[in-house]
């Protein structure tokens, strides 16, 4: 089995206690490190992207520039940086900001259980997203997202409404 198709389980304090096939830990509910990353232009805006419809969770919702979980053995900013290339066609320099933890069940049967590293990065040139992860992409002000995320959560991503304001708060200060 490819390491791409696994995840590296952790414990609380993000240190790995093993490996497992990311769809059963998805099943399991398995606590797992997993990264997010965020993306500004020189206007400040934020760079969302509707995940494909054919996504296992949250397929057609709205979310950050992409997620994913680094391979065993991988190094998480390593595993950030790819993930951008392969979904949004662009790669430019990351930045690690913080790290949170969520739970959310789905109603397929899987569950998110991530220790999530949230990485940022600019970029204002052309990108070429991959049309089997990205259904669309847009550039949009933190107060449009803002007002769009408090009239159509169900719109969003779960993992990305959560951190939302962590993120902008962040934002908002290095502008």
């Given amino acids: 089995m490819s390491t791409l198709n696994q995840v590296i389980l952790v414990n609380e304090q993000d240190e790995a206690v093993g490996v497992m096939e990311k769809i059963e830990a998805h099943r399991k509910a398995v606590l797992h490190r997993a990264f997010s990353v965020f993306i500004f232009n020189s206007k400040g805006e934020m760079l969302l992207q509707q995940r494909a419809f054919s996504k296992y969770h ?4 709205w979310t950050n520039a992409c997620c994913g ?19 949004m066609g662009f790669t430019t320099e ?15 049967g899987l569950t998110e259980y991530e220790l999530d590293h949230v990485f940022a990065g600019t970029w204002d040139a ?8 990205v259904h669309d992409h847009c550039f949009m002000s933190l107060d449009e997202i803002r007002q769009s995320m408090s009239e159509h959560p169900q719109q969003y991503t779960v993992w990305f409404r959560i951190v939302y304001p962590r993120i902008a708060a962040w934002a908002r200060k290095t502008a």
């Fill in 58 to 61: 949250s397929g057609g919702l």
């Fill in 69 to 87: 979980h680094p391979a065993p053995g991988e190094l998480t900013g390593n595993a950030a940086a790819r993930r951008l290339h392969e979904e």
């Fill in 94 to 108: 990351l930045h690690e900001l913080f790290d949170f933890t969520y739970r959310h069940a789905f109603d397929n």
């Fill in 126 to 133: 052309q990108m070429h997203p991959n049309p089997e992860e």
